[in-house]
């Protein structure tokens, strides 16, 4: 009940003024039944612009770290996400991406909308990154199509670090259902996971128009914070 309550009476007024959302291939989401919504993740807000814009309820996997901050606004980040109706994904150890999966199976179990960003994390540039195969194995487990989404200007309107939005026009561009029933039953096998996810990568950079890198986000970060981190200085010892 506060989903919709959310949805068309508090938050999401505030992002239609905030953002001014033109939306592009809305008939490109089923009325009903489980589908994938894969997308580009450009912004914190691209977790509550979708939910506000879609006429169907949709569920993300969200990193648990945004459950349980510490203090006021903590719980404040933690009561938006459920509201919106984030699921919280523990992201660390091996077991991450099995524990992703399931919930993310769970979901579409009840022939509901499951949101997904193949990148893993937030792009920090405004490039689109190599997706994880995560979302392939959820397509041919559940049997369902994958709806690629591209964000068009969350990345200015709310650029990492940035807590107050710009107000700025957003795009948010749906493309035509992606069909992957041909590889039922291949869920094991890695080169068809990776074309699959190769695939639905490729349809969301046709829609956003972005510079694409073939790695993954999360490695091209940390490279990025290792290099421009302080180096350590050694005192000169005295000779003799």
Not at 104 to 129: C, F, M, Q
Not at 221 to 229: D, F, L, M, R, T
């Amino acid at each position: 009940m506060f989903y919709y309550l959310l949805k068309y009476v508090l938050l999401g007024p505030l992002l239609r003024l905030v953002f001014r959302p033109r939306i592009e291939g809305l008939g490109h989401v089923p009325s009903s039944g489980a589908a994938i919504v894969a997308g580009n993740h450009l912004s914190f807000s691209d977790h509550f612009l979708m939910p506000a814009i879609l006429k169907r309820r949709i569920t993300f996997l969200a990193k648990a770290e945004y459950f349980t901050g510490p203090g006021l606004k903590g719980r404040l980040t933690a009561f938006f996400f459920r509201s919106a109706g984030q699921i919280p994904v523990d992201r660390s150890g091996k077991d991450a991406g099995q524990a992703a999966i399931r919930e993310g199976l769970g979901v579409l179990s009840k022939d509901e909308l499951l949101g997904i960003y193949p990148e893993g994390t937030r792009s920090h540039d405004g490039r689109l990154y190599k997706g994880k195969v995560g979302v392939a194995v959820m397509a041919l487990k559940a049997g369902v199509p994958v709806i690629p989404c591209a964000m068009i200007g969350t990345f200015e309107a709310q650029p990492p670090g940035k807590v107050i939005p710009n107000i700025h026009p957003v795009v948010i561009r749906f493309g035509k259902p992606l069909d992957f029933s041909r590889y039922a039953g291949m869920e094991n096998e890695k080169a068809i996971l990776r074309a699959i996810t190769d695939e639905i990568m490729y349809a969301i950079l046709s829609l956003s128009e972005q510079e694409y890198v073939d790695e993954y986000a999360a490695v091209v970060k940390a490279k990025e914070a290792e290099a421009n981190a302080p180096r350590r200085r050694f005192p000169k010892m005295p000779l003799g």
